[in-house]
């Protein structure tokens, strides 16, 4: 009939998503429980999806730089953070970024960092979980499609290479952890917790020198690295690196036991590091801990970093700064500098925040009542 010719088209068409599973995250356990528990339960919400399983390193990157935006209504990493951060660096690499960074990207976490679902496990008003609760609490939200913005952070790095970050850079105890852990990496979460008492045993201290912008503080396009890019939006508020910082930043050269620029809630799964964060509160929390401290008390911030209890301890060697952009200029010779938990080139680094840059589906939507 001349109605069902049409019916079709009036109707609202199922999401479309691409899902990309790195078959390798976590402990290989990925497409497993994407097989078991994810398919069954996006198939039934009338969501259509293509898997891709990726190859190697570098493969989801590539392909989302190669798809057809208008074909799909999200991308959905079914992995630990770093593939999620493959997606996001291919979208800021085409032509088109300012269309193809609009497109919503998801997390199905399965590797062994999970960060970024954590964030929105906590977001969604639930109670942190790790393993396949976490999963299973992501896949309902992926389900129910809310979208909000995400703020994403451009890290320059000595080199000169520019990259887009969506959780954090780290150097000094927290970066030394998750290198040093990868060993471990069969233990999943479980690698953080060996991993951080292996390294309190020989605590070290970084000396380094950290520079940073406040929120209000003279604002004003800095100039220097404002060059217009092919790869994304210019750091306004940048000098380059081999520039001193502009005149209106704040600068403190000391011993760290660590420096952590973070922007979202979750440092991993069961790690509340900055409990105030939001996805797009456009600032860049800048977490240090000064040298001094003793082991004891460093103890006590990791546990009580489990609740995000850490800065009620009002512990005098634990300072937070939210910032709009931040430099780190290391002096200490050696030592590890992670952006999203993978390791760049060692030496001064620094990072602007792109406020609501990015689309992240949360599940939930951002004007959700407050509960509790
Ligand atoms: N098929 C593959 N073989 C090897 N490496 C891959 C493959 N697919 C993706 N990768 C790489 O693996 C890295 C880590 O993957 P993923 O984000 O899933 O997990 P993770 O939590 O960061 O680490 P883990 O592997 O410990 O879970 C990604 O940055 C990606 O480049």
């Not at 210019?234 to 005149?247: A, I, R, T």
């Not at 700064?321 to 060692?346: H, S």
Request: a negative charge; one cysteine or more.
């Amino acid at each position: 009939s001349a109605l069902s010719d049409i019916a079709p088209s009036l109707l609202p068409r199922p999401r479309r998503l691409l899902l990309l599973l790195n078959p390798f995250g976590g402990r290989g356990l990925a497409l497993q429980w994407c097989q078991t528990h994810v398919l069954p339960m996006i198939t039934e919400a009338d969501v259509s999806f293509n898997l891709i399983q990726t190859e190697r390193p570098n493969h989801a990157r590539e392909l989302v730089k190669g798809i057809s935006l208008a074909e799909w209504d999200g991308i959905v990493a079914i992995s630990g953070d770093g593939l999620l951060y493959e997606v996001l660096n291919g979208l800021m690499e085409r032509p088109d970024w300012e269309q193809a960074i609009k497109m919503p990207v998801g997390i199905l976490p399965s590797g062994s960092g999970n960060a970024l679902a954590g964030a929105i496990n906590c977001n969604a008003g639930l109670e942190q979980v790790l393993g396949l609760e976490l999963l299973l609490n992501c896949a309902v939200l992926l389900c129910h499609a809310g979208v909000a913005p995400l703020d994403l952070v451009a890290v320059t790095t000595a080199s000169g290479a520019r990259c887009f970050s969506c959780l954090s850079v780290a150097w000094g105890f927290i970066s030394d952890v998750d290198i040093e852990s990868e060993k471990y990496r069969h233990m999943g979460a479980a690698r953080f917790t060996l991993g951080t008492l292996v390294r309190l045993a020989s605590m070290h201290t970084y000396r380094g020198r950290l520079s940073y912008l406040p929120p209000g503080l003279g604002e004003l396009p800095a100039g220097g690295a404002g060059e217009a890019r092919v790869g994304g939006p210019p750091d306004e508020l940048l000098v380059p690196l081999g520039q001193p910082v502009p005149v209106s930043w704040v600068t403190v050269e000391d011993d760290f036991v660590l420096v952590l620029a973070i922007y979202q809630s979750h440092l991993g799964a069961d790690l509340f590091a900055a409990p105030f964060a939001r996805f797009d509160d456009g600032l860049v929390h800048l977490c240090f801990i000064k040298a001094g401290i003793s082991r004891a008390a460093l103890v006590r911030l990791f546990l009580a970093m489990e609740k995000g209890s850490h800065f009620e301890q009002e512990c005098p060697h634990l300072v937070h700064v939210p910032v709009r952009a931040f430099r780190l200029e290391p002096l200490t010779r050696k030592g590890i500098l992670t952006v999203d938990g993978e390791r760049v080139e060692y030496g001064p680094i620094q990072g602007q925040v792109h406020r609501g840059l990015a689309r992240l589906v949360t599940g939930v939507s951002r004007l959700k009542i407050a509960t509790g």
